[in-house]
T-cell receptor
């Protein structure tokens, strides 16, 4: 499984856009990029998944350049409740286990 | 999305006792479930893959005789921490995947079980 590298922590303020970049230089052809969010003492929650270009859903956008060696999770107009740890994972299709890296601890300040 | 539950949410036990944690997929069937352990301020570490009707697959360094996994049905997997010691105190989380055509599986995580061994 491709290893991922992302910032250890980021601070932001309410209403700002938060962008977290993850590098995955060894990503394989059949790998997908997936992001999870985890609040303290809770299980992770799926945010978004993509293969290439841009994916958007109701909570976030995921930007993936053509070489797919990195990806950026974009959280628009964050609120205090978005304070959490965000994990970038590279996942193979169909049922494979997840390998979590260190994650990025995002702190949203008032 | 699909829902995964865990029971109990927290448990405190004495050293040397065994503790069973249940993981249930409430509205879908899961042939495969995963068990993770998470220490404070650290990331999730995969312990084992639980396969319905067959033996679990353990990650390197995880003692299969200490962490017994049983996946007796398509909606239930159990993790039993045998002869628990204080160093086993941790947050245990399970997950189950729902297959998606053309995409990688989306994993649904349980709320976790906080184990404290005195």
């Amino acid at each position: 499984l491709a290893k991922t590298t992302q910032p250890v922590s980021m601070d932001s303020y309410e209403g700002q856009e938060v962008n977290i970049t993850c590098s995955h230089n060894n990503i394989a052809t059949n790998d997908y990029i997936t992001w999870y969010q985890q609040f303290p003492s809770q299980g992770p929650r799926f945010i978004i998944q993509g293969y290439k270009t841009k994916v958007t859903n109701e909570v976030a956008s995921l930007f993936i350049p053509a070489d797919r060696k990195s990806s950026t999770l974009s959280l628009p107009r964050v609120s205090l409740s978005d304070t959490a740890v965000y994990y970038c994972l590279v996942v193979k299709a169909a049922g494979n286990k997840l390998t979590f890296g260190g994650g990025t601890r995002v702190l949203v300040k008032p | 999305g699909a829902v995964v539950s865990q029971h109990p949410s927290r448990v405190i036990c004495k050293s040397g006792t065994s503790v069973k944690i249940e993981c249930r997929s409430l509205d879908f069937q899961a042939t495969t479930m995963f068990w993770y352990r998470q220490f404070p301020k650290q990331s999730l570490m995969l312990m084992a893959t639980s396969n319905e009707g067959s033996k679990a697959t353990y990650e390197q360094g995880v003692e299969k005789d200490k962490f017994l996994i049983n996946h007796a049905s398509l909606t239930l997997s159990t993790l039993t921490v045998t002869s628990a010691h204080p160093e086993d105190s941790s947050f245990y989380i399970c997950s189950a995947g729902e297959a998606k055509t053309g995409l990688a599986d989306e994993q649904f995580f349980g709320p976790g079980t906080r184990l404290t061994v005195l």
